[in-house]
């Protein structure tokens, strides 16, 4: 079993900046790669990044390359999603997963609660 904890949402102003974090525990989580999702209201869950913790290899929805940054930090068991430029449309709850890394939601098997993220106009 995984247990995943998301930190850092909130609300910032269109330009600004915000980083996520996502705490992992259990006993088999370094086998998985983690990736991190959002769903804004009324739309599907959207893939984001992912990375796997292994070679911290990454990938990005090309809605945020460039903008946003997925890194891993092996001693604090912990990835962290930095997301700068942001905009309103990054408007979403953020959840962290484990899984394949890929973009598919339904390669992960566990999930975090979610975070709220609200850029303003």
């Known amino acids: 079993q995984v247990q995943l904890v998301e930190s850092g949402g909130g609300l910032v102003q269109a330009g600004g900046s915000l980083r996520l974090s996502c705490a992992a525990s259990?006993?088999?989580?370094?086998?998985?790669?983690m990736g991190w999702f959002r769903q804004a209201p009324g739309k599907e869950r959207e893939f984001v990044a992912t990375?796997?913790?292994?070679?911290?290899?990454?990938y990005y929805a090309d809605s945020v390359k460039g903008r946003f940054t997925i890194s891993g930090d092996n001693a604090k068991n912990t990835v962290y999603l930095q997301m700068n430029s942001l905009k309103p449309e990054d408007t979403a709850v953020y959840y962290c997963a484990a899984g394949v890394g890929s973009p598919s939601p339904y390669d992960y098997n566990y999930w975090g609660q979610g975070t709220q993220v609200t850029v303003s106009s």
């Open positions: 259990g006993r088999t989580f370094s086998r998985y790669a």
């Open positions: 990375i796997t913790w292994s070679r911290g290899i990454t």
